[in-house]
């Protein structure tokens, strides 16, 4: 049984940073694709970063350079570094993982988390 559980979301001025972290439970996660998908009320969940079943990474253009996407095989636990946070990624952010090649899209993932709200002012 997958579980996948948020933590670090909260409240930030602009410039400011968080980490978002993400622990796996259920199975092992070595060899699944994982990443951080957001969404704001009234838009589609986009991929924000992820990570290949190989460990390769990919982020949205809008974040390169101030998010890094990292995992922890041994722990089984996800992080997303987020620095020099703007306004606009006011967001809820989720947590994601499958067992398949990379997890680039919604449609292509199963397993989510129940969402940390992360809120840039």
């Known amino acids: 049984h997958v579980q996948l559980v948020e933590s670090g979301g909260g409240s930030v001025q602009a410039g400011g940073s968080l980490t978002l972290s993400c622990a796996g439970s259920g199975r092992t996660y070595f060899n699944w694709c994982m990443g951080w998908f957001r969404q704001v009320e009234g838009k589609d969940r986009e991929a924000v970063a992820t990570l290949d079943y190989r460990g390769r990474t990919a982020y949205q253009d809008s974040v390169k350079g101030r998010f890094t996407i990292s995992k922890d095989n041994v722990l089984n636990i996800l992080y997303l570094q987020m620095d020099n946070l703007k306004p606009e990624d006011t967001a809820m952010y989720y947590c994601?993982?499958?067992?398949?090649?990379?997890?680039?899209?919604?449609?292509?993932?199963?397993?989510w988390g129940q969402g940390t709200q992360v809120t840039v002012s």
């Open positions: 994601a993982a499958d067992d398949r090649y990379d997890c680039s899209s919604e449609a292509l993932v199963s397993n």
